[in-house]
């Protein structure tokens, strides 16, 4: 909503109430309320039972929950909720490369789909020097690595076939994988090193890394559009293909599933590679502007006054 407040400028009545509407639901949304305990904010509330027991804890798509609940003129999260969150985070050496751990890669795109964070840093990136953008960088190169490896030794795994994600999967029997029983799982939050990993590879999450480093996920795309499954492209929007697992196709399993997340994402982050059109909307934006400077960020686009 904040985005489509950005692009729709105009001064006729429609645009108009298009802003006032998308003005008034963020005002309206209570985000205080998901505090309920302390300064962490809680993972979720449910009929019956409340709000569950356990928070938002380490590196994840809440770093745009956060600039969001830290933006809001009437109910704001407090100032301690995003170091109380940012605490929680696991600094790893990976292959040799130091970022931010998440396993599953949407973590590392998420909030990036709306979030220019080229050059802003908030405490723990400048004490890292390091940014969160920079940071999926590495972490798309760690996911490229850990498949050139295949330490469980799946199929279809490569320096052009990788991409662990949360998404879905073959859900088959057991079979045997490198002398080992190798269970199959339906949808996971699949990641690396650690898995989950059962040789699911999520195309959509290897085309919405394409700002982070095209350099791999353009031949990677290539390869997924030279398996030549009707329609040519299904591998890259499908949820999740597996070739460890004997499918419908000569390439193994695919997902008959293409999920409007990650149809978005994929959409989102090809626009901003292309042009940046969602970051320069969301840089003029108060609320997020407000939210990354309350949540410690400096520099770069948030230092200019030009900024769009």
């Known amino acids: 909503m904040l985005t489509a407040a950005a692009y729709f400028t105009a001064a006729s009545a429609d645009e108009a109430e298009l802003r006032a ?4 639901l963020y005002r309206r949304v209570d985000w205080c309320w998901a505090q309920p305990r302390d300064a962490a904010v809680v993972h979720g509330w449910k009929p019956g039972s409340g709000f569950l027991n356990y928070g938002w804890e380490g590196y994840s798509e809440a770093l745009l929950l956060y600039a969001l609940g830290l933006g809001s003129p009437t109910h704001a999260l407090t100032d301690a909720s995003f170091p109380a969150w940012t605490g ?3 600094w790893e050496n990976l292959y040799g490369i130091d970022f931010l751990y998440a396993g599953p890669l949407f973590i590392h795109q998420f909030s990036h789909a709306w979030i220019d964070f080229r050059g802003i840093r908030d405490r723990f990136m400048r004490e890292k020097h390091c940014d969160y953008f920079e940071n999926s960088r590495r972490a798309t190169y760690v996911q490229r690595e850990y498949a050139i490896r295949n330490p469980r030794s799946f199929a279809g795994y490569d320096e052009h076939g990788w991409g662990l994600s949360a998404g879905d999967g073959p859900g088959a029997r057991p079979r045997t994988v490198a002398g080992r029983r ?15 990993d059962d040789g699911t590879i999520c195309g959509p999450c290897v085309l919405s890394s394409l700002p982070f480093a ?11 559009l030279a398996r030549r499954l009707p329609p040519d492209d299904r591998s890259a929007r499908a ?3 597996n070739q460890t697992v004997p499918g419908a196709t000569p390439a193994g399993w695919i997902s008959e599933g293409t999920f409007g997340l990650d149809q978005g994402m994929i959409v989102l982050m090809i626009e901003n ?6 970051w320069r909307l969301i840089r003029g934006s108060a609320p997020i502007r407000t ?4 949540a410690g960020f400096r520099g770069g686009w948030l230092a200019e006054e030009g900024h769009r």
Not at 182 to 196: K, L
């Open 21 to 24: 509407l998308a003005d008034a």
């Open 88 to 90: 929680t985070y696991q």
């Open 182 to 196: 190798q269970s199959f799982y339906g949808y996971a939050a699949r990641g690396v090193p650690y898995g989950p």
């Open 214 to 224: 095209p350099e791999i996920v353009l031949p990677a795309l290539h390869r997924l």
């Open 239 to 241: 949820s999740g293909y």
């Open 273 to 278: 590679f292309r042009s940046g059109l969602v």
């Open 291 to 294: 939210g990354l400077q309350r």
